[in-house]
Every structure is written in structure tokens, then in C-alpha cells.
């Protein structure tokens, strides 16, 4: 399979799906290292070195699944091999990169050393975490002071300087302006908190990390290195070939089938982006509406089964419920989410006046899907796993064993000890941003913990809201969306979990539904800048301009980005997450899905300009209007009750109405040219 190659050809010519040019790659990579830290390409020594220590780490950890070590043993271990990983194949700055020096190795050394003697001590170490002795202070602060250098490296400036603020938060308490002012803390009792309980550095989110998203990455580098990623947009290829619109779909399609595994919005956009650029661009799509596109597709790797976002692990942990509990919760979203991008393809296919491309797969549909449809197995056996009863951990493990041994059913997928150790040392490197954002996002909790910011923070906001969940929602959105502009996916949710999602419990959101919809705008920062970096890697691959890119993304995103004020603002709108509303049945389920597609078809419209035709201005407007009552009722309510100054009550039945009168209209009046 691997030497495979689909061509597109519109009868003129023919065009390798991989015709994306190396100096385009360069730049996709530049920008992913701005955003993510420049990556060392060690040889030699250095790389059997740090390549053995990935593997162990992959190794440890699914040793760790299926066997029992003790909580703060896995914690404790995650973080050290994290450290040590971090410091060797992230330089200190650019120019020092593809090289390991001393001041990468002895911090590392001293890492390792920090670690061992929390574990050193044992139970005599964790008594002492409210009056910590004067070792047990230096060895914490120099451990805070390495992680936040690691996160540096990893991630950036913003985190380690966000848990820097935080830090200056909890020790300042006293000399705060009210609201904001607490009884502070001094440096020994803060030390003790993030260093030697488990709520603060190795709390929560470190757990995560330990026992889930380490061991989903390495599940996503066995299906990568098995060629699962090429069967998928190959798959998507045919079967969306000979087709109106097939660029498209694909797009679309192969969006959905890779993210799931992947996770990773960037990634999900880069693959796809460098076989569908070329089709986009040959369909008819303008270059920046193509980098939309893909950067929209490529944001619901983060939304979607079997694996979400990091943070849908960490939604799980919080809530103290299953992980296939967030699957469920997530997939009607997810439906919804690429529903919504399929209707915005569709519009674009009329109003581009898009080409058929044709596409002339080597393999025919049948004999691809006969060779290698078992990828389908390893990609559903996290599911299946869970269904049977097993734990995420222990699915996720089983998942990769079925992988491995599926993979041999093929001599060009086999996972031979090179393909093998190379999957296992990626598993553990793809893993390093998401364990030190983890590690640094702990300090953020354990002061929001220590100090009662949560609840303080969450009566401050209710009390400039008025008290209105509307209103509640928004800022919270707004929040959200601002933090998320400077830090990534994961500590953007771990952030405004512990201090925004309270204020949506407090008037009566579930909790659950208060953390989805956390969830999801925390997700928005992948396409929002100065931290775009999907749409900033799309344009790059389309040859678009970034910024305008990023607001094609916003276009094809902000249908779908208004669902989540529908799990808050509904009193039905817990049906969205398969939860049967409070005194209800599964018909809400039903009515409140069928409600939002209509709604989201009729804001697809808006966002498009354009239904059968190009829409009037009126046209839009009315479908705006009936795209609001169906998914966002509560604004048009609070406006209108604020016009006539009473309550109002109504049914999705006006919005329908309004919707489909459009429509019909534009049917009657389709042959009748509209300009712009």
C-alpha cells in the first residue's frame, strides 16, 4: 500500500495527490515549531539514546495499563521521563538545536534526581506537605523552576508565565484589591502544596497524562506507522471519487476518519492538507477558502470519537465518570459538527461553480477496502473494548496489541522491530507537549484549589451577569475564548474548568454539560490567533495568506461553534449529549437534534450567503433569524422580552416556518439571477 498513489485529473492532466512541495512542508514545519518548540534531530548516540528512553517510557507506561502501579509511583515516573525527554530533544533556543549540550543534559540529571527524591522518602515525604522541612523547599522550587523551563521548551512562553502569575496570585493574597484578595501563602506552604500533595503538579491532570493521553498517542503512532493514516484518505479518495464535489467530501470525510485517531488538530490538517491542497485548488476553490477547509476539518480531530482532544480525558477525570461516557456525550456534536461542514461544502460546490475532479485511484473502492479495511478494526477496538466493560486504560492497551498483530496480516503494514520501536518512541514523544502543559497546568489547579479562586472567581462572574445564564454563558464563552487565544487546548480546559465552570453549576447547568461546553470553546483556539496554528499551517500548504484563512475557518466553524450554548441555554439541550433531560424522555433526544440541524443548515446559509441561490438581504437576514430560534432561542428571547418588556414563550415551530418559507421562495425564484 505504501507505494499506492491516487491521481486527479479533470481530463486535461494528471496530478499526484502528493504534489506538495518540500519548500511548502519547511514552512508548515517552521510554523509548528514557532508554536510547539523547535524539535532536536539527534544522530548518533544522542538519537539511540533519547530514541531508548521514548521507547522505555512507551514501555513503562503500557506495562502501567495493564498492570497495577501505585498512583504516585505513575505520576511521579510520567513526570521524570517527561523531563528528561523534554530537555534532550527541545534546545534551549533554535540555534542550538539538532545538537544535546551540558545545559540539556544536567538539568535533566537534576530532574531525574528531584524525582527520585520525592520517592525517596515515601510516606515520611507526603506527611510533610503543610510544613515541608527547608531540603524539601529547595528541592520544590528548583523541580517548579525545571518544569517550567521544560514547558518553555515545549510549548512556549505563555503557560510557564501564566503558572508564574498564579504563583504571585497565591502568595500576594493579601495585598490584592478586593475582590480578588485571600490570606496568601508563604513559599514553604506553597511549595508543599504543588510538589508534594497530589493536587497540585502531580494532581489531576498529571494522572491524565500518565494513564490515557500518553497511552492514546502511542495507539495513534502504532495505526501511523502501521499505514492506517494513508488507508484512510486513500479510502476517502475513492470512495468520494467521480463525484460532484468530490474535493470536498474528501476533505471532509478523511478529516473525520483520521482525527479520530490522531486527536490532533494541526496533524489531522497537515496530512490531509498535503493530498487534498492540490484537488481543492483544482476543483475551483479559492486558496484561502481551501485553507479553510482543511483547517476546519482538521479542528474536528479534536472533536471527535474515539479519542477527542486531550482534554475530553481530563472531562472524565474531573467529573468522575467514565470515558466512554464523554464519547457518548460527544457524538452527536460530532455528527452535528460535520454535518454542518458537509452543508458548507456542498454551498461552496455551487457557489464556486466547483469542477469535478476526477479521482483514478491504482486500487478500485473493493480490492483497497479487501487489503486494508482491517485498519477499521484497530480503529474501533477502543470502542468495542469499552463497550465490553473494560477500563479506558486497559482498552486503549488491547487496542494497540490488536493493531500489532492486524498489522501482519500485510507485509507492507507489518510492525517490524524498526517500524515498532520507532512507533514506540513516537507514542512517547507525541505526548511530551500535552505531559508538561499537564505537569504546568497543575500549579494553576493547586493555587485555584489552595486559594478558593474557583468559587471566588465564579461569584464574580455570576454577579456582573445578573445573575442571567445567558449572559453567564457568554462571558463564560468569552472567558474561555481569551485564554485560549494564549495557551493550548488542554491547559485552556484545565484553566477554565476549576474557575468558570463553577459559575455555569451554580445556576443549575449539569455539571457535565458545564464542562462539554467548556470543552468546546477551549477547542476554538485552534483556529483563533496568535495561536491559529491549523489555519496558519493550511495556508502555508495552500499558499493562502494566514489571517484570511483563519477567518474561512471561523466561517465554516461558527454554525457548529454556537451548539454548545444549546447544553446550557436549553432546558432540552442536555439531549444533545445523549442525557435525557430532567422529567423528559428520549423524544427530547430527538426533537432537540432535529431542532439544531435545521438550525445549523439555516446559519450555513448565512454564513455562505447562499441556500438554492445566492441570498438577498433579506433573505439572509430571515434565515439568521430562523437559524437562532432553532439552535440559540435564548438570545431572540432575552432581545424580545427586552423590547416589549414581558415574558415570552414559543417553539422551534417559528424558526422551521421562517426557514422553510426561504427555502421555497428561493425554489420559485431560483432561475432569476441575483447579484452581489
Known sequence: MADDKAHATDGTGIVETEAVSDETMQKVEELIEAEEGATNRLLGWAGTISTGIAVVMSLFHLYAAYAIVPTQELRYVHVAFTLILAFLLFPVAKRFRDRVRWWDIVPGIVA??????????????????????????IVGVVFIVLLLEATRRTTGWIMPVVSVFFIAYAMLGPHLPAP??????????????????????FGVAVDVSATLIILFTIYGAFLAQSGAGKFFIDFSLALMGNKPNAAGRTVVLSSFLLGGPSGSGVATTVMIGTVAAPMLK??????????????????GAILSPPVLGAAAFLIAEFLKISYLDVIWMATIPTVLYYLSLLIMVEIDAKRFGARNVNITPELGLGTMTKRYGFHFISLLAVVVFMVIGFSPALSVFYAILVTLVLSFLRKDTALMPKKLVKALADGSIGALNAATTCACAGIVVGVVTLTGLGLKFSSIVIAYAGGSLLLTALYTALIVWIIGLAVPVTASYIICAVIAAPALIKLGVPDYAAHMFIFYYAVLSEVSPPTALSPFAAAAITGGDPYKTTLQSWKYTLPAFLVPFVFVCDPQGVGLLLSIPKGGSWVDIVEITFKTTCGLMALAAVAQNWGLRQNTPIERGLLLLSGLLLVFPSLIEAIIETIIGRDISYTFLPGLIIGLGVLLWQARTRAQPVTA
Request: avoid cysteine; hydrophobic fraction near 45%; proline fraction near 3%.
Open 112 to 137: 531525574i534526581a528531584t524525582i527520585v527524591y520525592a520517592l525517596w522518602g515515601g510516606e515520611d515525604f507526603t506527611d510533610r506537605a503543610t510544613v515541608p522541612d527547608r531540603m524539601d523547599v
Open 282 to 299: 483544482k476543483a475551483g476553490f479559492e486558496k484561502n477558502a481551501a485553507g479553510g477547509l482543511l483547517a476546519a476539518g482538521g479542528l
Open 180 to 201: 480578588w484578595t485571600h490570606r496568601g501563602y508563604d513559599l514553604p506552604r506553597l511549595v508543599g502544596h504543588l510538589f508534594i500533595t497530589l493536587e497540585g503538579i
